[in-house]
């Protein structure tokens, strides 16, 4: 799960990358509407957390020219202007959520939280497969009613592997997805990282959920 | 007042009611004059009517007695005793009688007797003792006349009277009466006793030289006539036709006096009527003008009706007409709202009058309209301002509540608070000095002090800064300029300035603050050779929040577009003039100008 955080409040940005990070997101950060625009454009995203008062660009314009080249990945707009205009005005131009500074970074996480879901079909904040559960609002996972403590990134990849359960996930894909512009692991950590969750999830319990498709990349089971 | 239209119409209405009033009154009293002058002409005319139809009345009268009067002068009969005439055979006499009826009254003109003569005449006044006229004949010839009665006197004695006269006698002195003329007539009245009084006409014919024919009884301007008064100076009294043979015997006159009289009282029982008649005119006249006078009045009362309500009507319309630009106007400012600052109407549809309105209308919503936005974008820039931190700080607050972290952790999310709430008190204070601004509550605090020593102080502030990004600061001022100004507001304004060049200025970039003294005022110069300002942004660099180019990529954060406002608000606050130059890429310079009297001292460079 990717996210780019466009925010150009410098301990803003800081305190809300790493709370999304410590949520098993990971977040590309943007401090102005030119940056926030070149990287929305050259990376794939689940979410993009969008400042309106930007320099250079303001988040509005950003907004339309994204909806307008048939961008779909979901906006949650982050802005000091809580009038009813302006939250009207920022959805009908193409936002998914809206939120109004000062907020609380439970809130934050959570609507964030919400359009991941959304972006992936889901309506129930707890993914199931087999006897395999994981709240994605808690951040708990449990296999046959067994919690097991997963870190940050394991989760995320569980999670992510989850959302697109049933189909192949590529190493590339993952990396995309997993890991922010600033880290410089190469798409081999992925493999690593498969053999920790499995470690945790499929060792003690069978069936084995997490499969190998060799030569294309791992895949979660479909039921 | 009101309303406009409401006054427009009553004073109209006023207007047009004291005109159509005026007019009316003129035209009223000149057309009652011309009225007036009409009826008295009227009643002249009936009054000249009637004078001359009693003159045209009395002159009938008298025509008619003359011409009794000639008849009467051609029936007088001398009553010859016929046996008397036979006896003395005057054949020449017998001849004159009728033979129809001899022995009756022998008829002679009064022609006969002016060729008897001598005895012949004597005789005749013998036999001839009395005239009188066969009643019948009489009647026959004199039917219908006027007169009423008759008197014949002969110059012999012989003489008629009619029965009517009874007693009483007319009058007449033939010695007197025309002496020489052979026909003469005379009208005069006379009162014939206490209860009659008569008009007579006296007619002496004796030589007869036309023949047996009387002159017609017409009103003949050329007879001699004697009428009385009533005629008036209207006649021109001509002497009597003198006959030529005037060398007759004047001892003799076989004259003879007709005279035919009526009673006055009948002639003045027509004048009466006439009178009456008279009267009755003038009356009528009097009526008609009392009626042309009222219909006037009534068609007068009638166009005034109209002529008002026409006029109201076209009042109304006309103050609706001239009215319509005011209620586009209105409507159109009344559709105006906080969202719609437009004047929703075309000037050139208005008129002259209100144009200016109009447009000064426009002009003031257009700076109301900015004034309005910018007070948004101010709300908003300060929401942001404002809002911005505090959820940094709230997120920052949260995760570090969130889970347990280590010491180091904690202090360095301590630390980014504490840095973020000095951030805050600084943006506060901005907005609170640019707030007492506004309310003027921060007044003007002069005082003595030195520029230089205030000036050195500035820069020393912002050197740190400046040193951290590698740029040179320059002071170039006197070792003392003593001035009497606000030292709070002027150093505020020189850290201000110094900030801005330092940062917006490139790494290894200079600044110089000069203080140069002029005859009457001070000048305060900060130039650096930074970004510069484009000239587009020139002006809008003293809004509030704005930022000639996006501060927070340049440096810190603390820097919300407040510091050049609140320049602009002090340098007013204290008299002096401010202006930037600049050149993209080359650096901008600030000019303030102070007017203070100051000592002039020497000049001198220091490089900090």
Not at chain 2, 234 to 248: G, I
Not at chain 2, 534 to 546: D, G, Q, T, V
Request: charged share 25%; hydrophobic share 40%.
């Amino acid at each position: 799960m990717k996210i780019l955080l466009v925010e150009d409040h410098k301990l803003l940005s800081r305190s809300l990358k790493q709370a999304l990070e410590e949520d098993g997101f990971a977040v590309d950060l943007a401090v102005s509407g030119d940056e926030a625009d070149v990287k929305a454009r050259g990376s794939i995203y689940d979410v993009v957390i969008l400042d309106l008062m930007l320099p250079k660009i303001d988040g509005l314009t950003l907004l339309k020219g994204w909806r307008k080249d048939g961008f779909t990945f979901h906006i949650l707009v982050l802005t000091a202007m809580g009038t009813l205009e302006d939250k009207v005005q920022g959805l009908n131009l193409g936002a998914d959520d809206y939120l109004p500074k000062p907020f609380e970074l439970t809130e934050f996480l959570a609507r964030v939280r919400a359009l991941v879901r959304r972006g992936h079909q889901a309506k129930d904040p707890i993914l199931r497969i087999h006897d395999l559960e994981i709240d994605t609002g808690a951040r708990v996972v449990r296999r046959a009613g067994k919690e097991i403590y997963l870190t940050p990134r394991e989760f995320s990849l569980l999670r992510f592997l989850c959302y697109h359960r049933g189909k192949v996930v590529t190493r590339s894909m993952v990396w995309e997805h997993l890991y922010d512009e600033n880290d410089d692991n190469t798409s081999n950590v992925v493999d690593v990282y498969i053999r920790y969750l499995r470690n945790k999830i499929d060792k003690n319990f069978t069936p084995p959920l997490i499969l190998t498709r060799w030569g294309e990349g791992y895949m979660i089971k479909g039921d | 007042m009101r309303s406009i239209r409401f006054s427009l119409t009553i004073c109209f209405l006023a207007l047009l009611a004291l005109s159509l009033g005026s007019a009316s009154l003129m035209a009223y009293r000149s057309a009652s004059r011309n009225l007036e002058g009409r009826l008295s002409i009227q009643k002249e005319l009936a009054q000249t009517t009637y004078k001359d139809r009693c003159r045209d009345e009395e002159n009938r009268l008298d025509d008619s007695l003359l011409f009794q009067a000639q008849t009467l002068a051609r029936l007088v009969q001398f009553h010859v005793d016929w046996g008397k005439l036979k006896h003395l055979e005057l054949h020449a006499l017998g001849m004159l009688t009728s033979p129809a009826n001899p022995g009756a009254f022998v008829q002679a003109p009064v022609w006969a007797l002016q060729s008897t003569r001598g005895f012949a005449f004597d005789l005749f006044r013998r036999a001839t003792p009395s005239i009188r006229f066969d009643p019948a004949e009489l009647l026959t010839r004199l039917d219908g006349q006027v007169a009423e009665f008759f008197q014949i006197d002969t110059a012999w004695n012989a003489s008629y009277k009619s029965n009517s006269l009874e007693a009483m006698t007319m009058p007449v002195n033939m010695a007197t009466f025309a002496p020489d003329d052979v026909l003469h007539w005379e009208y005069e009245e006379l009162q014939l006793n206490q209860n009659l009084k008569v008009r007579r006409v006296i007619l002496k014919a004796s030589r007869f030289l036309l023949g047996p024919t009387l002159p017609t009884p017409q009103r003949n301007r050329f007879s001699g006539s004697n009428r009385n008064g009533e005629r008036g100076g209207d006649r021109v009294e001509s002497p009597s036709p003198r006959p030529s043979n005037t060398n007759t015997d004047s001892s003799f006159r076989p004259a003879i006096f007709i005279q035919c009289a009526y009673d006055i009282a009948k002639r003045d029982n027509l004048f009466a009527s006439l009178a009456q008649q008279r009267d009755e005119d003038i009356l009528t006249f009097a009526n008609e003008h009392k009626k042309n006078l009222e219909e006037f009045r009534d068609m007068l009362a009638a166009i005034n009706m109209i002529t008002f309500l026409a006029g109201g009507g076209i009042c109304f319309w006309l103050v609706r007409l001239g009215l319509s630009p005011l209620d586009v106007l209105t409507s159109s400012v009344s559709r105006i709202n906080e969202k719609d600052f437009s004047l929703d109407i075309s000037e050139s549809k208005l008129p002259g009058e209100l144009k200016p309105i109009a447009s000064r209308l426009a002009l003031t919503l257009d700076q109301l309209k900015k004034a309005f936005e910018r007070e948004k974008q101010a709300t908003a820039d300060i929401s942001h301002e404002l809002r911005t931190p505090l959820s940094a700080m709230l997120a920052t607050l949260d995760l570090a509540l969130r889970k347990s972290r280590t010491v180091e952790e904690y202090r360095e999310m301590l630390e980014d608070c504490r840095e973020n709430c000095v951030n805050m008190r600084k943006d506060v204070e901005r907005l609170l000095a640019l707030a007492r601004l506004d309310a003027g509550a921060d007044p003007f605090k002069p005082e003595i002090f030195d520029l230089s020593q205030l000036a050195a102080d500035c820069v020393k502030m912002i050197t740190p800064l400046a040193n951290s990004k590698g740029i040179s600061m320059h002071i170039s001022c006197e070792p003392t300029l003593e001035i009497n100004s606000d030292p709070g507001k002027l150093k505020e304004i020189l850290v201000n300035l110094l900030h801005n060049a330092v940062q917006y200025n490139k790494t290894g970039g200079n600044v110089f603050l000069r203080l140069a003294p002029r005859p009457g005022s001070m000048v305060i110069e900060v130039e650096d050779d930074g970004i510069g300002i484009e000239e587009s942004k020139k002006n809008k660099i003293f809004e509030r929040f704005f930022r000639a180019d996006s501060s927070r990529t340049h440096g810190d954060s603390t820097n919300c577009g407040l510091g050049l406002a609140i320049v602009k608000g002090y340098a007013e606050l204290l008299g002096a003039g401010l202006e930037v130059t600049s050149q993209p890429d080359h650096g901008s310079t600030f000019k303030l100008v102070l007017v203070t009297p100051m000592n002039h001292q020497v000049l001198t460079e220091t490089v900090v």
